[in-house]
């Protein structure tokens, strides 16, 4: 009998990443610090076919960034935590376990304690194009054949067209929050009728204040109950516990990175930003991301001690990023720290308040839920997403002020009708306020062809340069 194909070869997002993880590390242990110094025909010699295939197709920018000293260590982290997290989930499958994608604003340890296959749907199309070159263009053509028009999300319709490649498995449940947007909430169902996945929603107040919060809380009980129900997995309260504590861990680092940002110089690389936000979304699954957070943080640490900036000699332009970096453009944040001083502060994608959201209570099952609902109320894109512009002016204003930001950039993914309204009445507040000036230009998340990358570092070289 032809034995039965593991998921890991079987579907192709998790084959990459995980390949992927294997030649950013190897690229890293051969010990050269830029891409001159790799022995390149000698190291394609070596790799499995595979990842030999995929050697052309990683963008040399990228390769030229996790060689530097700077972000080494931290890049080695992060891969040993999503080839952990990708090596778990493909053993759940293989054991047959439901599949659940959840929406970006929840952390996966509540369906882990009840034993399901979590995935941030929005999740490996990031990794996918953070790496390789055009990385999701063709899933997310794919979704545009079915009739669905190019302005709506890339970040939902590249997982769209993962599923309807094979690239990922079938969902079983999709869990989604509504906030942040229309557009994923419609995305969401247009999935639940495509691949026949049950859609279960967490209603989520507009408003931000402790009414709000209590209504959420609720909305997330409902939803265990309604996932425990559709399943069949009941929560494990102490396998819950033991992701909630490693999620503790990883916070903690954290939010100690957000303290040693506010110093001057900057000790904290830029590019180690779009890895939080991946590390954000997989909080709690494994030791390997507490791993992740804590490298990151002990290097800063030590440059802070020393005084060592990450810009070198450059002047530095402490900069806020007031709604995210572009995925595709992974290496963009170390191009502008190394070329024109850019220090990549905070942004939109990665910003979550410590003084408010704080850590898991681990006492119950109860508390814990109440924790992790807290976290998403107030995650990136969860927070701000759907509410009052004050929420999100207040605080990037505050966040201008305590980190002594030079500048601001508003990289407006074009999906996100929402916040280009809020972006002109928080630039005007950041000059305002905080006598800052912001660039604003147009960008899309995971699709290259939007803003090619000629194009942005065009834009965003010539705001830099005035400021040099
Ligand atoms: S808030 Fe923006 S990035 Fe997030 S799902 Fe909606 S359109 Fe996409």
Not at 54 to 62: A, D, R, T
Not at 266 to 283: E, S
Not at 424 to 431: F, I, N, R, S
């Amino acid at each position: 009998m032809e034995a039965q194909q593991s998921s890991l070869t079987r579907y192709d997002h998790f084959r990459k990443v995980d390949a992927v993880c294997d030649l950013f590390q190897m690229a890293i242990a051969t010990g050269a610090s830029s891409p001159a110094d790799l022995d390149i025909p000698m190291l394609m010699g070596i790799l499995p076919e595979y990842h030999a295939s995929l050697v052309p197709q990683i963008y040399p920018e990228v390769i030229e960034a996790i060689l530097k000293p700077k972000n080494r260590a931290a890049t080695l982290a992060h891969m040993a935590a999503a080839k952990r997290y990708v090596a778990d989930l493909t053993a759940a499958l293989d054991r047959g376990q439901p599949v659940l994608y959840n929406f970006a604003v929840t952390t996966p340890e509540i369906f882990l304690a009840m034993d399901l296959v979590p995935l941030c749907y929005e999740l490996m199309p990031l990794y996918i194009a953070a790496a390789f070159v055009g990385g999701v263009d063709q899933d997310i053509d794919l979704t545009e054949d079915e009739g669905l028009p190019g302005h709506i999300c890339s970040a939902q319709k590249a997982p769209n067209g993962a599923l309807m490649s094979g690239k990922m498995p079938m969902p079983d449940i999709m869990v989604k929050t509504t906030v942040p947007c229309n557009s994923s909430n419609m995305m969401y169902q247009w999935a639940q009728q495509q691949f026949g996945a049950k859609v279960v929603v967490v209603d989520s107040p507009y408003y931000a204040n402790r009414r709000a919060f209590g209504y959420y809380v609720q909305e997330w009980k409902n939803m265990v109950r309604s996932v425990e129900q559709l399943t069949g997995h009941k929560l494990d309260e102490e396998r819950l516990r033991h992701h909630v504590q490693l999620g503790n861990e990883q916070l903690k680092y954290y939010y100690g990175l957000q303290e040693l940002r506010r110093r001057i110089p900057n000790p904290d690389p830029g590019m180690h930003r779009a890895l939080d936000v991946a590390g954000l979304y997989l909080c709690g699954a494994n030791q390997e991301m507490v791993e992740y957070s804590k490298t990151c943080y002990r290097e800063a640490r030590e440059r802070a001690d020393a005084g060592i900036a990450v810009v070198g000699d450059k002047k530095e332009i402490r900069t806020i990023w007031t709604w995210g970096s572009t995925p595709h453009m992974l290496y963009l944040p170390d191009w502008l720290e190394d070329r024109f001083g850019m220090s990549f502060l905070e942004c939109g994608l990665s910003y979550m308040p410590a003084e408010i959201v704080g850590y898991v209570d681990t006492t119950s099952v109860d508390s814990m839920i109440e924790g992790l609902a807290l976290r998403a109320f107030n995650m990136p894109m969860g927070r701000t997403g759907m509410t009052h512009a004050d929420l999100m002016i207040e605080d990037f204003v505050k966040v201008a002020k305590a980190y002594h930001a030079d500048a601001a950039v508003f990289s407006g993914h074009m999906a996100c009708k929402h916040s280009w309204a809020v972006a002109k009445m928080l630039g005007d507040a950041l000059q305002e306020r905080a006598g800052i000036p912001s660039f604003k230009w147009e960008t899309d998340l995971l699709d290259t062809r939007f803003t090619p990358h000629s194009s942005a570092k065009a834009q965003l070289g010539e705001f830099f340069e005035t400021l040099m």
